[in-house]
């Protein structure tokens, strides 16, 4: 046995090798550059401790913040027609929908889900930004459409969190029709006298923007997220003006009448239970009072309504 080669050997190699840190410890701010370890930025549900700069999250994390106890079931997508057009660019369509089926686990861009938010049943419809930017195609309208039929069955309210770029270019036509179809179930929604939820995260575009997204009985947004249907630059240069600081922003549509309210993440899902709660709740939360029980008192002092005193009281006319 030699010893030098079994033992000092290792014990050197030990002492001088590289230790190797994983990459994604830490994590730096878009906005304002600061490193963040992954566990106090996950502690924070991925917004910038510094800055308070909101990062965008998966589906999943979304669906988790949201319901109570981070318990939801979920629901499949309906068998759609994958790559009807043949598509082709760079790439061909089917390769691309492997490789995001690949990166993410999920079938498309939107995860159905349905639980409780504060005791409430609630159907979710979540959009996940990384399977393709979020873009909405045919198998988007049909999770659409059946959370809807699921909102309805269940008489719970409907909440769709958007993340998209809009259309998915590589199905022409049939995603375009996906603007009307998603209209019309928000439609079967409202017909149902349920209420219909938007939550705006970053970013809300195109299509997207242009059809269910802007149609919520409430919309809420998370701070900074970009609302809007054509990009900055493509208005600039169509317009030929500087946009205003803020343009299409979620502050910017709330001053303007836009959304109704912007919340930070952290206080996203006790504010959204809270609307539910006074659209779902019927029954008031104080004691009904007769008015026929209310003893009104009128003051002597001041004339009763219709009475109109002679200005010259009891005086004996001459």
Not at 14 to 20: D, F, I, P, Q
Not at 71 to 91: M, N, Q, T
Not at 166 to 185: D, F, H, K, N, Y
Not at 233 to 258: C, K, N, S, W
Request: aromatic content about 6%; glycine content about 8%.
């Amino acid at each position: 046995m030699n010893w030098i080669s079994n033992y000092v050997r290792p014990k050197i190699r030990a002492l001088v090798k590289k230790t190797e840190v994983p990459d994604n410890l830490w994590e730096k701010c878009p906005d304002c550059g600061q490193m963040i370890f992954h566990r106090e930025l996950e502690s924070c549900l991925r917004v910038c401790p510094h800055c308070a700069y909101h990062m965008r999250i998966g589906a999943e994390a979304r669906l988790a913040m949201l319901f109570d106890d981070g318990k939801y079931s979920r629901a499949e997508l309906p068998a759609i027609a994958h790559d009807p057009l043949k598509f082709r660019d760079r790439k061909r369509y089917s390769e691309r929908l492997r490789e995001a089926l690949s990166k993410t686990g999920e079938q498309d861009a939107i995860v159905i889900a349905h639980g409780d938010m504060g005791g409430y049943p609630t159907v979710v419809a979540a959009f996940n930004f990384s399977f393709m930017g979020g873009s909405m195609g045919v198998a988007v309208g049909e999770g659409l459409l059946t959370a809807a039929r699921l909102a309805v069955e269940q008489a719970a309210p409907l909440i769709v969190v958007p993340s998209s770029g809009g259309a998915r270019m590589q199905e022409g036509i049939l995603s375009l029709m996906q603007m009307p179809r998603s209209v019309i179930a928000v439609e079967m929604v409202k017909e149902a006298g349920l209420p219909y939820i938007v939550l705006l995260t970053d970013p809300t575009t195109g299509g997207v923007s242009a059809s269910f997204a802007m149609l919520g009985d409430i919309a809420v947004a998370e701070p900074g997220a970009v609302i809007g249907f054509a990009g900055a630059r493509v208005i600039e240069e169509t317009i030929r003006e500087t946009l205003p600081d803020g343009f299409q922003r979620a502050e910017y549509l709330l001053e303007h009448g836009m959304v109704d309210m912007v919340v930070e993440r952290r206080e996203l899902r006790e504010t959204l239970i809270r609307v539910l709660s006074l659209l779902r709740d019927k029954t008031p939360t104080a004691e009904v009072v007769s008015l026929n029980a209310v003893d009104i008192e009128i003051p002597h002092d001041k004339p009763t309504s219709g009475h109109h005193p002679d200005p010259g009281g009891d005086a004996e006319t001459e």
